[in-house]
């Protein structure tokens, strides 16, 4: 990890509460390769597939920052300036032949290529919420749905005891189970769901969480019009849009308060926040196959360029070692994605 990384991560802890701090530490406690081990255990293994967002599809973008973005940040990618960002798509799961027409999960993933060699990456969610506060508590949530051998299906007492429990990590599946199915890898919000800061040249640092939003509007499908669409709708449909121009979303900060949680993944910032379009992204192409330049990037949420920093959430720093784990096996198996 470069050296102005490990600085913006005591920077940025040290304006959190204790808890808070002593939280992020904790995040080493799970061993990365059991992670992956329980994600196979629980959703299954599909060699050569990422271990979530196992169905997507690279494309390439360009993203453009506003002068209010500048006054927040000296991060490289809002000098006004197009800067590439390399794209990718995906259905939340590891089964990489799941379903497109659900209420499920849409992944959009991103690598900004900067100058100097900068990069900053990303994974934003159509979900305001994560479905963990804390790698320890993600990682008991994903054992306790792990299938009986017998039966195939998880053990319901051990799942209730579990979310009773732990009542937060219902929050991102009842998300889902409210909204439509989305009409379009391009027609959803996608949202960072962690906390991070942005320091201006003159050393003010502004927390908050970050959604990008469709320049066209959400769109959701009805469910007779979803069931039309069959399973496997999404990459032709991102295609078309794309060549048609539109598909842009708005880059949007929302501003923390005094007093808001952005340490917790679970905890989505209070309606009315204030929010600033930091600048706008465009997907100006889409891979024609299965390959593209995406194919094998882990879009670590700790990589990022100077002027942004990490809040003291847990779940940022304990992603980055099973992400690596997750690559190696891709790797050594054949990496695919569709």
Same mark, same amino acid.
């Given at each position: 990890?470069?050296?102005?990384?490990?600085?913006?991560?005591? %920077?940025?802890?040290?304006?959190?509460?204790?808890?808070?701090?002593?939280?992020?530490? %904790?995040?080493?406690?799970?061993?990365?390769?059991?992670?992956?081990?329980?994600?196979?255990?629980?959703?299954? +293994?599909?060699?050569?597939?990422?271990?979530?967002?196992?169905?997507?599809?690279?494309?390439?973008?360009?993203?453009?920052?506003?002068?209010?973005?500048?006054?927040?940040?000296?991060?490289?990618?809002?000098?006004?300036?197009?800067?590439?960002?390399?794209?990718?798509?995906?259905?939340?799961?590891?089964?990489?032949?799941?379903?497109?027409?659900?209420?499920?999960?849409?992944?959009?993933?991103?690598?900004?290529?900067?100058?100097?060699?900068?990069?900053?990456?990303?994974?934003?969610?159509?979900?305001?919420?994560?479905?963990?506060?804390?790698?320890?508590?993600?990682?008991?949530?994903?054992?306790?749905?792990?299938?009986?051998?017998?039966?195939?299906?998880?053990?319901?007492?051990?799942?209730?005891?579990?979310?009773?429990?732990?009542?937060?990590?219902?929050?991102?599946?009842?998300?889902?189970?409210?909204?439509?199915?989305?009409?379009?890898?391009?027609?959803?919000?996608?949202?960072?769901?962690?906390?991070?800061?942005?320091?201006?040249?003159?050393?003010?640092?502004?927390?908050?969480?970050?959604?990008?939003?469709?320049?066209?509007?959400?769109?959701?499908?009805?469910?007779?019009?979803?069931? %039309? +669409?069959?399973?496997?709708?999404?990459?032709?449909?991102?295609?078309?849009?794309? +060549?048609?121009?539109?598909?842009?979303?708005?880059?949007?900060?929302?501003?923390?308060?005094?007093?808001?949680?952005?340490?917790?993944?679970?905890?989505?910032?209070?309606?009315?926040?204030?929010?600033?379009?930091?600048?706008?992204?465009?997907?100006?192409?889409?891979?024609?196959?299965?390959?593209?330049?995406?194919?094998?990037?882990?879009?670590?949420?700790?990589?990022?360029?100077?002027?942004?920093?990490?809040?003291?959430?847990?779940?940022?720093?304990?992603?980055?070692?099973?992400? %690596?784990?997750?690559?190696?096996?891709?790797?050594?198996?054949?990496?695919?994605?569709?």
């Amino acid at each position: 990890m470069k050296t102005w990384i490990l600085s913006a991560l005591a %920077a940025g802890a040290s304006v959190l509460s204790m808890s808070a701090v002593a939280q992020s530490s %904790a995040a080493q406690q799970v061993d990365p390769s059991a992670f992956i081990d329980q994600f196979e255990a629980t959703f299954g +293994k599909y060699e050569g597939y990422r271990r979530s967002g196992a169905k997507g599809i690279c494309a390439l973008g360009e993203f453009v920052g506003t002068a209010d973005a500048r006054a927040l940040s000296t991060a490289s990618a809002f000098s006004g300036k197009p800067i590439p960002v390399l794209v990718r798509f995906s259905v939340g799961g590891a089964n990489p032949k799941a379903a497109d027409n659900t209420r499920t999960q849409r992944n959009l993933a991103l690598q900004f290529d900067l100058p100097d060699g900068e990069q900053w990456q990303m994974g934003n969610i159509s979900a305001p919420v994560f479905a963990a506060s804390s790698p320890q508590q993600f990682f008991a949530l994903v054992a306790s749905r792990q299938p009986d051998p017998a039966t195939r299906q998880a053990d319901p007492a051990r799942v209730k005891a579990f979310n009773d429990a732990n009542p937060e990590v219902l929050l991102q599946g009842k998300h889902f189970a409210s909204q439509p199915v989305p009409a379009s890898f391009g027609s959803v919000n996608y949202w960072g769901v962690h906390g991070y800061g942005f320091v201006n040249a003159g050393g003010v640092r502004q927390y908050g969480k970050w959604v990008f939003e469709p320049v066209g509007g959400v769109q959701g499908l009805t469910d007779e019009e979803a069931k %039309a +669409k069959g399973p496997n709708f999404l990459f032709d449909d991102l295609r078309q849009r794309v +060549k048609d121009g539109k598909v842009a979303f708005h880059f949007n900060l929302e501003l923390a308060q005094p007093g808001d949680r952005i340490d917790n993944a679970t905890v989505p910032l209070p309606e009315g926040r204030k929010k600033v379009t930091l600048g706008t992204l465009k997907v100006t192409s889409v891979s024609p196959d299965a390959g593209g330049a995406c194919l094998n990037i882990t879009y670590n949420p700790m990589v990022m360029p100077r002027g942004v920093l990490p809040s003291a959430d847990p779940l940022l720093e304990a992603r980055a070692a099973p992400y %690596a784990v997750s690559l190696g096996r891709r790797l050594s198996e054949g990496a695919k994605q569709q």
